[in-house]
């Protein structure tokens, strides 16, 4: 299991991407944002891309416990559906 640094930036994107990829190896992988409080561009295509890679080769991918300011980092940039967010703020249980 990965988990999201609290503020996710330019500088943290690196290690994010190193760990996806010794991830993938395994070929499931689970982020926790549970942290998350906020999270930059490049952290968001390090997390884009792992997703796409890990669907593209038939992996598992998946965020637990995404924390409210992760949501809705991905809502307003329209990447809830794309990231595999399956419940956002404002849906009923």
């Known amino acids: 299991?990965?988990?999201?640094?609290s503020?996710?930036?330019?500088?943290?994107?690196?290690?994010?991407l190193a760990r996806l990829i010794n991830a993938a190896?395994?070929?499931a992988t689970t982020i926790d944002a549970s942290a998350s409080?906020?999270?930059?561009?490049?952290?968001l295509q390090v997390l884009l891309?792992?997703?796409?890679?890990?669907r593209d080769a038939g992996h598992e991918f998946h965020i637990i416990d995404?924390?409210?300011a992760f949501v809705e980092r991905m809502e307003k940039c329209g990447l809830a559906d794309a990231?595999?967010?399956?419940?956002?703020?404002?849906?009923q249980a």
């Open 83 to 91: 990231i595999g967010l399956i419940k956002t703020i404002g849906d």
């Open 25 to 27: 190896d395994d070929g």
């Open 1 to 5: 299991m990965i988990h999201l640094p």
């Open 37 to 43: 409080e906020s999270i930059g561009q490049a952290a």
């Open 7 to 16: 503020h996710a930036t330019t500088v943290t994107a690196e290690d994010l």
């Open 66 to 68: 995404p924390s409210p």
């Open 49 to 54: 891309a792992a997703r796409i890679e890990a």
